[in-house]
């Protein structure tokens, strides 16, 4: 079993910055095949991928963020880190971390809202 905890969201203006943090239990990436990131889901709307970051380093954005967005980690904290710059009120909605690890994970969410 995995737990994640995030943290990080709250009210931000159009245009600004947040950091979105994850922190799991415990070290997900000890295994070449696992994956650790977030997919956020607005309301009305299906959770979609925002990023994600695998063991060996490789990372992948959904369509909507690249450019903007920005995954990272550290591995000494079991931390993975979202930064998000030029938000739009189109990126409001719950942000949930994932992890595989010989099984999938979620975390309870943090909502990130969007507006002026």
């Known amino acids: 079993q995995v737990q994640l905890v995030e943290s990080g969201g709250g009210l931000v203006q159009p245009g600004g910055s947040l950091r979105l943090s994850c922190t799991a239990s415990?070290?997900?990436?000890?295994?070449?095949?696992?994956?650790m990131g977030w997919y956020r889901q607005a309301p009305g709307k299906e959770r979609e991928l925002v990023a994600l970051i695998r063991s060996l380093g490789a990372t992948s954005y959904g369509d909507s963020v690249k450019g903007r967005f920005t995954i990272s980690r550290d591995n000494t904290k079991n931390t993975v880190y979202l930064q998000m710059d030029s938000l739009k009120p189109d990126d409001t909605g719950v942000y949930y971390c994932?992890?595989?690890?010989?099984?999938?994970?979620w975390g309870q969410g943090t909502l990130v809202t969007v507006s002026s």
């Open positions: 415990r070290s997900i990436f000890s295994s070449n095949v696992n994956v």
């Open positions: 994932y992890a595989t690890s010989g099984g999938r994970y």
